[in-house]
């Protein structure tokens, strides 16, 4: 399943690893991310119930009090998870199932990039920002305003691939 997926490559007689992204196919995720997660959150934004809001609080809760804690791997796999989880829950309220179907595959294709990402000191607190934001957009229904947010943070970490396509294995290059 991981094969069809793209996200391993399989050697006959040698065994399976974790497919090398290159530069483009991580720039080619990430701007599609910023088409797909600023329509979702646009229209989440005017169709977001009071229990959907109250459970993005209790996930940002959840992300801030993992936030307080040392940087380890269980941590940072608990922050992505986290974090996802997040993500996806303020998507879902768009009610638009193969939307959300393609956000999510997206995610997969660059998981371990994501969660390597936790890694880095000033991440917990830049998400948590982030993740704030967003909560006060969706509660006030501005819809635009929150996908501009999306968009413009997703652009910033296309931005930080080198545009010459060198290619990059997953567990060499994070964010």
């Not at 530069?23 to 701007?31: A, F, H, P």
């Not at 890694?119 to 819809?143: A, C, D, T, V, W």
């Not at 997953?170 to 964010?175: G, I, L, Q």
């Amino acid at each position: 399943m991981l094969c069809a997926k793209g996200l391993m490559q399989s050697i006959p007689y040698v065994g399976s690893s974790v497919r090398k992204l290159s530069n483009d196919e991580i720039r080619e995720v990430y701007l599609l991310r910023s088409v797909l997660e600023p329509l979702a959150g646009r229209i989440s934004a005017s169709q977001i119930t009071p229990d959907e809001l109250r459970q993005l609080h209790a996930l940002q809760e959840q992300l801030e009090a993992y936030g307080q804690k040392p940087i380890s791997l269980e941590t940072s796999k608990q922050m992505y998870q986290l974090n996802r989880e997040f993500h996806m829950s303020m998507y879902r309220p768009c009610r638009m199932d193969r939307l959300i179907q393609m956000i999510d595959s997206l995610w997969d294709s660059i998981a371990y990039l994501r969660m390597r990402t936790a890694f880095n000191p000033k991440y917990p607190e830049q998400m948590q920002e982030e993740h704030r934001r967003y909560i006060s957009l969706l509660e006030q229904k501005k819809g635009d305003d929150l996908a501009r947010h999306l968009e413009e943070n997703l652009r910033r970490h296309v931005g930080s691939f080198p545009a010459n396509g060198s290619a990059v294995s997953t567990e060499e290059k994070a964010n």
